[in-house]
């Protein structure tokens, strides 16, 4: 009948769709549509069964963006450019992918036994993974914003989920306000980029910011403000407030969410607009990532050294890691062609690795934090003792996060460390040297924490093992396989994202 | 063998995860697991040595550039027979075609640089070359470059495969008693077998990037196992400090890699990184600065002033621990990285030509330093601790001099008498559970005997008394600061390096006073002592035969009359088969020069060392304070040249003067004689106490632990007053947002 | 007609937006600030197409509306929430977590 | 609708009729601007609202000035028509004070005011300097709404269909988060 409608309007061009590379997208949104007739259809007692069709759903949507990964010819580019699926977006799809079902691992305990609406939850988390692989297809700052909004408005109520307890609420509302108004300055920002190129195409934006347009101004403030949005949600000093507080007051499984999917998702579109189209503004991009990164280190490390509570300080923890994945860009645009593909694959190797491993760790917190009920990090003492399985995988993730080998942290930031020399400028060698100083401080309180689980005694003498239901278990399991494996062999990982690039060239 | 070596770190690590896994189970909880895999990669390495023998015996035919064979000379004074049928020249087939099985590749690194000169007959020593056997995999492969890993076996990593894992046996077989009854006991040795595989994966590398893993998790074990005890605060923080000052070397070991890794055209191969720095395709400057960068991984890994702090914190350790750190694994890992990226270093720092270099420097403070450290500790530990900082430091300036061979070669002597020391304090606290020398010890060289007499040897080889080991090592260390480098030598390192001997002489004389002699003190007084069982003898008694004999492996060759009727055969047997041949040592083919045996320097700086001795002896046995005047100058008559020569000048003064004033002035003289130079003498003993006391008090816990402090407490207030910026009012962070975003936009707007 | 006439009315509207966001306590008040924030990127966007004579911009306006209307429906809903568990609309006073 | 009209006639004229859109413009921007300024500084939480509609009102307008007919119409129905009611739905469900009695502001105005200086100085100074004298085409026709729509459904069909899911998630998540349970 559309068909027909279609047909009956005058000039209306009916656009080529390939189905094929929409699957991924289309199969979680099946899902979305399942978990919800699910959520209307059942009684409360079985809800749960919510969480399980959002795990096979996720796993399910692999299924596709293997097929595209292998089908030969050039990568898709659909609606005139404003949807790609290339290996970048492939590689990402499945990092969102995976990160999803993990979080639904890590949740449905939490989430069944406390008192939430359980089948809304995964919905929310569903539409939010939706949004992300949207995003990572998007070159089209319509399509981007959309996307944005997509995966951003979901997890403002995530966030908020506790909402009968003064925190909970209080998480959520302090992360919508604060993105709202980055939106709103990076909504600002997109006019501008629009209003000076005449288009919303990141390719034809990328044209004009390296022509005249790009060396007024007004294209600076627009690049900048634009960027603002996707800094906040990477939690970049000074748009990092937020994250602290969020991540106390959210539900654990919804922080873990937030600090590796969420903030993933940032860094995507951070990478497709600064390499798609602000790759001619390279001279302004450089500082202003090299201003925010030393900044973002810093600041989220020193701040972390204080904290006492074991969520707030992977809260700044993950604020210093935002800084060290944004160091790269500091050298963007300098040195030759390969430099660019060097900091992307080691920006995508970085947030693939950081990802797991702070996965893992939010994981772990989410056990422990079923037997203590506190998050606070002296709860942890002598964990060792009657939970040597977690204190040691804890440990693994530590190790990965601060980057001593063999986890495999040490590798992502070896991978930046080569990004930022190979490039060759002073810039870059002192973000190289400003990240180096970090990741030292940073093991100050990471081996706090080991000290405390190894060292201390256990707080109330209680040493009865730990439960640990086995959704969480294959949570941790999964995360401390694949950091010790991908430790000892990066080729694995390092391939996918040596492959991760964009199917449109650089700087065009 | 020589290309199976990765068996030998796999074993232990295996052994590792066995023990974890089963050891509690086992009636002796594990032990037996890792005392038998450690056996067995003890007779691994030795299989190793013997084919690295016939290698070097028989080395594997060479095609230069110019296409000539080279000619192979059988050797036919080798101390040991080629025992081992796989190192021979046809054992290279055999290994090929093992190795095409296995789907990788073996290169044997044929070295050929294109000078076809002819080895130069130095020292009458032939060089031929024997290219190291490396075998290795890609490891990953990340489309820029690509990444191998492997065994990479020549002298020196064999020397250190036989070193680390003979250590490692004594130490397990030891701590099977030390540590009987501990309640981590399986943990320990789980941990033990980790620390041996990871220095063995670190010392067999083949890339760099390898050696950082293998650095890396040398690292991380010694951390576990010094906090072995963690249940007592010091024990568990002195594990974090010395991780944290590691890791502060670290980033020097990080950035130093990285800038040879794109000097070297993107490789991380040892062998062709050093290749190309002797070649002189890499700029002076880039090799400086990697040179410099690695040189602070040194310093903190191997314990070198400034970054040494965290050495005699470490003691907090189990002794055995203590054992296997100081004299093999651990400390030694800096040393080791300076050899094997010998070509680096050696043109970086341009020590065949410089007077006075950065290393030198730094070994000699570090030497003379610690010693003076050690001299003031109460803690039988801390004083080993420290003396092997000022020995790491002796090593240091051997390598910074020049003297290859020297350096490594007192790597391998001290490891010997520096185990026997720190496991002979082990056995001396075995009952006591103490180390402090001046509370708890004393007198305990009648009910120990065979603790005393090994120690005593440790002693004697560390002090330098001919002919134990040290005495060759360290003479050889000061020939070289004497005769390598530009026209002159190093006088500074000479100087420096000898006066070490004197304090080294001192503050072990001091430390067998307090240990052995007058009455027992304290715990040693109230226990009933004893001398321990065989687990804890029997490596005593064969690390302290090593300590005897280890020095005659490199006997100096020599027309002096002194050592002139020792065999040829029998001399520079380390240097000959030990000392790497070809491109990737700094010489090359060329004879990479050698210190000679120099009979004078060898007398003066034992006596140099046995007057710290005496000294100390007087010092000590004949006491001080109460005794008179007299007794003082008698005992200045007795030792000192100094006093001599002051002596001299008095009778010089009395016969030049001595028709005029013969009264006054003799009596001058002799107030002169019983105030002056007893005031010198006493001003000389008590100056270095307290120069030792202040370096001690003011600049190693002072300066160095409160800069630290100091900056972890900067580090915290600046975080507290980040902190207090998080007001937590929502409103307030969207004013840093916006005026964030406005600022920023104004600065680059104005500035860009 | 200027561009700029529209563009500085626009950043004009921006501006009183960012203050009211940074000084309102109510927390409805902070939304209707939000509002105006978004209305002047809608007048950028629409000033623009007109100006380019291309027809995203105004596309981008309406899917800002929309997103707009979903914000502003979470926003209440929160603000609500807030409400029921503080008892008062002041998210000034909302700071139990901090440091 | 008035506006519509004055933007019809002001089309049709030449030299004097631009200055009429001038006029226009200048007159509904002032009216903006100052219930802009109301609707952040006032004590009355409704007349803050009634100011807010003002404002949307004359966006509208502009719109319409600038040939957008179909997102003036748009902009009506749905802030206008959704969102004001939404705001007023909020006002009541929270019984905020209608005023006086409590205090709007907070205590640091001042950065608030501040940083939109600043931001105000930025923009201003980057708009004149990057679009000085630019003049919008003085033929401004307008846009057909059929271009609109075909642009919706082939260009940005994929937004179109994302926001589709956006507004049911956020609508479900909206009730669950204000539910009373």
Known sequence: MLATIFAAAEGFVRPDIDWHALAPELVVLATFVVVLLVDVFTEEHSRWTASSFAGIGLLGAIVPLLTLAVRDGDPASLFGGGFVVDDFSLVLKALFLVAGYVTVLVSSNQIAEGDYHEGEYYLLLLASIFGMMTISSARDLITIFVAFEMLSIPTYMLAAWRKRAQTGIEAGMKYYLIGVFATGVMLYGMSLIY??????????????????????????????????????????????????????????????????????????????????????????????????????????????????????????????????????LSVIGAGSADTADQILSSMVMYLLVYTVVNLGAFAVIISVSRRTGSGEIASWGGLFTYAPALAVSMAVFLFALGGIPPAVGWFAKFQLFTAVVKADTTLGYAAGVAMAVNSVISLGYYLGVMRTMFMDDVPDGDTTPVRVPPALVAAVGITVVATLVVGFLPGLVGDLADHATFALSLGE | MLSHAWLIPLIPAISFVAILAVGKKLPRGGSEIGIASVAIIFVMSLGVAAGWIGRVNNPPVVHHDTGTEHVVEGDEHGEEAPADEHGEEPAAEDEGHAATAFEDSVSFAAAAPGSASAPAAAEGEEHHETPPVVRDITWFDNGTMQVKVGTMIDGLSTLMLVVVTLISLLVHVFSTDYVAGDRRYTHYFAFLSLFTASMLFYVVSSSTLQMIVGWELVGLCSFALIGHWWEEKPNSDAALKAFLVNRVGDIGLLCGMIVLFFAAGRTFDIIQINELANAGEIRHFLLLVGSLSLMTAVMSKSGQFILHTWLPDAMAGPTPVSALIHAATMVVAGIYMIARLYGVFFNGLSIGTSNINVMAVVGAVTLLFGGLLAFVQND????????????????????????????????????????????????????????????????????????????????????????????????????????????????????????????????????????????????????????????????????????????????????????????????????????????YFPGGLESFAHPEFNLVLAVVSTAVGLTGVLLAYLWYWKGLGPHGLTDRNRFARGGYKILENKYGLDVLYVDWIAGATKGPIAKAANWTNQNVIDGVVNLVGTSVRKSGEFVYRYIDQGVVDGAVNASGAAADGSGEILRKAQTGKVQTYGAYLFLGAAILAAIFVIAV | MLLNQFLILAAILFCTGVYGVISRRNGVLVLMSIELILNSVNINLVAFSAMNDSISGQVFALFVIAVAAAEVGVGLAIVLAIFRNYRTVDIDEVDLMKG | MGFTILAEVARNADADVLVAQNVAFGIIAAIMIFSAIRVVTTSNVVHAAAFLVMVLAGAAAQFILLGAEFVAVTQVMVYIGAIVVLFLFGIMLTRAPMQGTEKFTRDNWKVGALTSVVMLAVLVFTLVDGFGEDKLPADLMPTDTRVLSDAIFSTYLVPFEVISVLLLSALIGAIVIARKD
Not at chain 2, 382 to 408: D, F, N, R
Not at chain 2, 468 to 488: H, N, P, R, V, Y
Not at chain 2, 541 to 552: D, E, P, Q, S, Y
Request: charged share 10%; aromatic share 12%.
């Open chain 1, 195 to 328: 209003g000076g190129t005449g288009s919303t195409l990141l390719s034809e934006i990328g044209a004009h910011i390296g022509g005249d347009f790009g060396q007024e101004p007004v294209a600076v403030v627009g690049i900048l403000f634009t960027l603002v949005g996707f800094l906040f949600k990477v939690s970049a000093v000074p748009f990092h407030n937020w994250a602290p507080d969020t991540y106390e007051g959210a539900p654990t499984p919804v922080t873990a969410f937030l600090s590796v999917a969420s903030k993933s998702a940032g860094f995507v579109a951070i990478l497709q607009l600064v390499f798609l189209g602000f790759f001619g503004r390279a001279d302004v991009v450089r500082p202003f990532m090299f201003v925010l990164a030393v900044a973002t280190m810093t600041v989220g490390n020193m701040i972390a050294l204080r904290q006492t509570n074991i969520v707030r300080m992977f809260a700044y923890s993950s604020v210093a890691q935002a800084g060290f994945i944004l160091v790269p």
């Open chain 2, 380 to 583: 039988i530990k801390k004083v080993l601790a420290y003396s092997t900082v000022s020995q790491l430091g002796y090593m240091v300036m051997a390598l910074g001099v020049g003297a290859w061979t020297a350096g490594i070669f007192h790597l391998f002597t001290h490891a010997l008498f520096k185990a026997c020391l720190f496991l002979g304090a082990g056995s001396l606290a075995h009952h006591i559970h103490s180390f402090d020398m001046k509370e708890d010890m004393g007198g305990l060289r009648k009910v120990m005997p065979k603790t005393f007499w090994t120690f005593m040897l440790g002693t004697g080889a560390l002090v330098a008394v001919p002919p134990l080991a040290g005495f060759w090592s360290k003479d050889e260390i000061l020939a070289g600061a004497q005769q390598l480098g530009g026209d002159g030598g190093y006088p500074l390192m000479l100087i420096m390096g000898t006066l070490g001997a004197a304090v080294t002489g001192a503050y072990m004389t001091r430390a067998i006073w307090y240990v052995f002699f007058g009455e027992r003190r304290g715990a040693s007084a109230t226990h009933d002592m004893h001398e321990n069982g065989p687990r804890i003898t029997v490596p005593l008694m064969i690390l302290a035969a090593g300590a005897v004999l280890a020095g005659f492996t490199n006997i100096p060759k020599t027309d002096n009359f002194a050592l002139s009727w020792v065999p040829d055969g029998w001399t520079l047997r380390f240097e000959h088969f030990i000392e790497p041949t070809g491109a």
